[in-house]
């Protein structure tokens, strides 16, 4: 009878019970007091079994805040054309547009009215600007519009490419007239936060609806090497689609101005907290702070929480492993040793107390990104 009773005492798998939804309820916590919050345990889990990290250029891996820095006009005004260009993108809310219209307002320039404006998502604008029919935008604008610019300014365009800029192309009434070179600084901590993920054996992806030159070079000062480029705004969560069909387990971090589907789509959306609302509606993870090393930190605290649960799992079987045949017996016939039913309910409380201790340690746990912070 006492063996009976220590073995259904000792049996009793309440620590295995707690093993999971303790660390999962500490670690999303611990994430929270970091400014990282993580929405659902099934986000946590994701995090840890993560391949590759995808991130959107814009507002992303760069600050999102653009300025015109240069201009080259054929055939006009330097001046005159910016003015038109801006007049025609007030009614953008594209950070390039917002770009053009500042630069065109802090050199005192007297915007118009913009008639029959319509925005191309990835590709530009076009609008009727005191009788002109203006398009402002892209190559893939120009070949839409079959308007052929000159060599001179497609040169002046690649160029700027090459320098990281993104080149935003000039048409009056079907004639390609002006080049703005618009730059965007890439943020702070983005080149350190590829490093770490790559040293995390993460493959890291950009994906833009920017021109190739440009994307490349951002990405070769960040240290990104796969880069997909002229994305449109609706292709980027297939682009992600693609990668998981590859076999990978994606994430992607996003602002969420043009990738919401892509947040979505992904196995991990994370999503920055300065960006939109969309973004933070659907990211799985969303980053208080506007830190990349904030992603970073929340891949590093998954994989610590995942690896908790199993060490908790591990000591919840241990205790029943071990104990389970003493208790029924097992060292009875050779030492004579008997499992008393409340030392077994001491060995079971224990058991919990082990594994509900070691959830907690995760309170203070502070994911190596962002040790020096
Ligand atoms: P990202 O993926 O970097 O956030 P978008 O998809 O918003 O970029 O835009 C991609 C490209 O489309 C831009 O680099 C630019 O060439 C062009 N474009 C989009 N909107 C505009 C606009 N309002 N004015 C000029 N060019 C634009
Ligand atoms: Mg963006």
């Keep these: 009878m006492t063996a009976l009773i220590s073995v259904l005492v000792v049996a009793c798998p309440c620590a295995l019970g707690l093993a999971t939804p303790t660390a999962i309820t500490v670690g999303i916590g611990r994430g929270a007091e970091l400014g990282i919050l993580i929405k659902s345990g099934e986000a946590l889990e994701a995090s840890e079994k993560l391949d590759a990290v995808a991130f959107d250029k814009t507002g992303t891996l760069t600050v999102g805040r653009p300025e015109v820095t240069d201009m080259a006009a054929f055939g006009m005004g330097e001046a005159e054309a910016l003015r038109l260009a801006a007049s025609a993108q007030i009614p953008s809310e594209h950070p390039l547009a917002e770009a053009l219209v500042r630069k065109a307002r802090q050199m005192g320039l007297d915007l118009a009215q913009a008639e029959g404006f319509e925005a191309r998502p990835g590709k530009g604008v076009l609008a009727v600007v005191e009788g002109h029919r203006v398009v402002a935008g892209n190559r893939m604008l120009f070949a839409d519009e079959g308007i052929a610019a000159s060599p001179e300014m497609l040169e002046k365009a690649s160029f700027y490419e090459s320098q990281g800029r993104t080149a935003v192309l000039l048409a009056l009434d079907g004639r390609g007239c002006a080049a703005f070179s618009i730059s965007d600084q890439v943020k702070s901590m983005a080149q350190e936060a590829v490093l770490q993920l790559q040293r995390m054996n993460l493959s890291v992806v950009m994906i833009t609806g920017d021109n190739a030159r440009s994307a ?142 070691l959830s907690l340690l995760l309170k203070k746990y502070v994911p190596p990104a962002i040790k020096d912070r």
């Design 216 to 357: 490349e070079a951002i990405a070769g000062l960040l240290g990104i090497k796969r880069v997909l480029s002229e994305v449109l705004p609706e292709d980027k969560s297939g682009e992600i689609k693609r990668m998981q069909e590859g076999g990978s387990s994606v994430a992607f971090v996003g602002d969420g101005i043009n990738d919401a589907p892509a947040l979505a789509q992904a196995d991990v959306g994370i999503a920055i907290g300065s960006g939109t609302d969309v973004a933070i509606e659907t990211g799985d993870i969303v980053l208080m702070k506007d830190d990349l090393l904030d992603a970073v930190a929340a891949i590093q605290l998954s994989r610590k929480v995942i690896s908790r649960i199993k060490q908790n799992i591990f000591w919840a079987f241990a205790y029943n492993a071990l104990l389970v045949p003493v208790a029924a017996g097992a060292l009875y016939p050779a030492f004579g040793i008997t499992f008393r039913p409340e030392l077994a309910g001491l060995a079971m409380a224990a058991s919990s107390v082990t594994v509900v201790s």
